[in-house]
């Protein structure tokens, strides 16, 4: 089965019948406990929509145009990564390659999300406001909907173990049957399941009961952040409609691997406003430029001192 069909065959899937939409008017306590009953939730409204459609354009010039974003990143010294040439999928990239000349979307929305309600959020997930965003592992992502079979994957098992959740913002509305986006198996397992040789849970377990699935609508400015142990999918429909996000993974600092430090951004509160502290990468990496970045710097206390590792 492929996710038109089961869309088609149960409608109900695309809405919130298990209570896991939240305001920001809610407390971050209780938005806190939903997800550990259930290993995701969305929050309504979290950023803003004309910040995230500024971000998605700078993203699609910067896919449409390859030869200029090359050109751009040989004049700093770097060069596309593997993974960042567009497929017939679209392409995946580090959240510091997608810029237009000294503008990073990546930035932008990292120093919204700090300002916004979204972090208290975080902060009441992983129980520490000393936190960690891995760069490493955050994705920008051009997806291309394609019809895609069911099926789904765990980040325990297909990014790091040692990360507890990720962040998935959408730069744009998302409905489902009409563009792809990203939806979910609830609960949680609470561990990893079995798989595939190609790491994917497969459709047997992501069809068995489809009262536990969810694949939601996303208004501009929505985000849904899952657990590491939370089964996904992204879904495609066939429309080829082009679809950005970004993914930012975090950590309490006290669990980060010093593995995964290169690049790293820590976040901690400074008179009570999350403040990055601190940004971590090693000396000619080529995140530099965007930890340096004015978004970024305008997120960052008046002391801060980047250490090269």
Excluded at 276 to 281: G, L, N, P, T
Aim: hydrophobic share 40%; net charge neutral; with cysteine.
């Amino acid at each position: 089965m492929n996710f038109k069909e089961l869309v088609e065959s149960h409608p109900e899937i695309m809405r919130d019948r298990h209570a896991l939409s939240f305001s920001e008017q809610r407390r971050p306590a209780e938005v806190a406990a939903a997800f550990a009953r259930s290993g995701v939730v969305m929050l309504k409204g979290a950023l803003a929509p004309e910040t995230l459609a500024t971000c998605a354009e700078v993203f699609r010039h910067f896919v449409l145009h390859p030869s200029e974003a090359k050109d751009g990143l040989a004049r700093a010294g770097q060069r596309l990564q593997t993974g960042d040439d567009e497929t017939s999928a679209g392409s995946w990239h580090s959240p510091w390659a997608v810029r237009d000349q000294d503008r990073f979307p990546a930035a932008v929305i990292i120093s919204a999300l700090l300002k916004s309600w979204t972090w208290d959020v975080v902060e009441e997930i992983c129980g520490s406001s000393h936190l960690a965003i891995v760069l490493k592992f955050c994705t920008a992502r051009h997806g291309i909907d394609r019809p895609l079979g069911v099926g789904a994957h765990q980040d325990a098992k297909v990014v790091d173990p040692d990360l507890p959740l990720s962040i998935w913002i959408p730069l744009h509305q998302i409905v489902p049957h009409l563009n792809s986006g990203l939806g979910f198996v609830v609960p949680d397992p609470g561990r990893l399941l079995p798989t595939l040789p190609h790491n994917d849970v497969g459709p047997e377990y992501v069809l068995e009961d489809p009262a536990k699935l969810w694949i939601p609508p996303y208004a501009a400015g929505d985000l849904t952040i899952h657990s590491k142990f939370a089964p996904h999918f992204t879904t495609g429909y066939g429309t080829l409609s082009d679809r950005f996000s970004l993914e930012i993974r975090a950590t309490p600092r006290s669990a980060l691997p010093s593995r995964h430090e290169d690049p790293a951004i820590c976040v901690s509160r400074r008179n009570g406003i999350p403040t990055i502290v601190e940004a971590r990468s090693s000396a000619g990496s080529a995140a530099r430029e965007f930890l340096d970045s004015a978004e970024l710097g305008r997120s960052a206390s008046k002391d801060l001192r980047k250490v090269r590792i």
